[in-house]
């Protein structure tokens, strides 16, 4: 007979607006099927919720209090005000006031409440936005669509997960960048050209993983990759495992 202990780990993932998509006739929201299919390798269960514009951090304790993690994925920009930047870069695309206000309160709340937390790429822009970071708005094209191998700070979360391989093929879409880091957080890999390309807690409650690439594209494929995953559905059993009465 099975147990809560049995029981795959909740992971919540906020859905992404689309205006469009295949065998819906109407506008949708959706996620990625690679990243689901991550969280459901690594043994999560993956929960697409709604990202409603109204949640404060206070509403998402009970809407939430099953959660045993958060995964904050990727999308388009996050609007500049959230980072105190009022000029939108021309490059600016996919602004969403209501995803973003959703996300920004989503964050907040597993921040903290100590619940864990991946954040890849937006997901990443927004916990440093939360934090009092800001974001570099356009950094150009060389992070669209390549591929390249990254190095991790020798002792970091990153580092244990790729081991005993020193370096983790990395997949990256993105043309924003962390600029100034949050206060509460550290860089522990960078890309070649100086790019924070993950960042782990300085002294945050609960755990934490930030990436600025997309390991859904490779996980399939590379256990490195996977491995990102693999640690957040273990965070999120420790973190149901924690609150068992």
């Not at 029981?7 to 690679?34: D, N, W």
């Not at 509403?59 to 099953?66: G, M, N, S, T, V």
């Not at 903290?112 to 708005?137: K, M």
Request: net charge negative; hydrophobic share 45%.
């Amino acid at each position: 007979m099975s147990t809560v202990l049995d029981a795959r780990p909740l992971v919540v993932i906020p859905a992404r607006f689309s205006s469009s998509a295949s065998a819906l006739r109407y506008a949708a929201e959706v996620t990625a099927r690679a990243l689901v299919e991550s969280v459901w390798r690594a043994g999560g269960e993956p929960v697409v919720v709604h990202p409603d514009a109204g949640a404060r951090s206070d509403d998402l304790d009970a809407r939430f209090a099953f959660a045993d993690a958060v995964l904050l994925p990727g999308g388009g920009d996050l609007h500049p005000s959230h980072y105190g930047v009022d000029e939108e870069h021309d490059a600016l695309y996919d602004v969403d006031t209501d995803q973003d206000a959703f996300d920004v309160a989503l964050a907040s709340w597993a921040l903290e409440r100590g619940v864990p937390t991946l954040a890849i790429c937006r997901g990443l822009h927004v916990v440093n936005a939360v934090l009092g970071g800001t974001l570099r708005p356009h950094i150009g094209e060389g992070h669209r669509h390549t591929r390249r191998a990254i190095v991790p700070e020798p002792g970091v979360l990153l580092a244990s997960l790729c081991a005993p391989a020193d370096k983790v093929e990395i997949s990256c879409y993105h043309h924003q960048a962390i600029d100034r880091l949050a206060p509460r957080l550290r860089v522990t890999a960078r890309a070649d050209d100086g790019v924070p390309e993950a960042v782990e807690s300085a002294d945050l409650v609960g755990w934490f993983l930030g990436v600025q690439w997309h390991p859904e594209d490779l996980a399939a494929e590379d256990p490195a990759n996977q491995a990102v995953f693999d640690a957040l559905a273990e965070a999120s059993r420790q973190h149901r495992n924690s609150r068992l009465p």
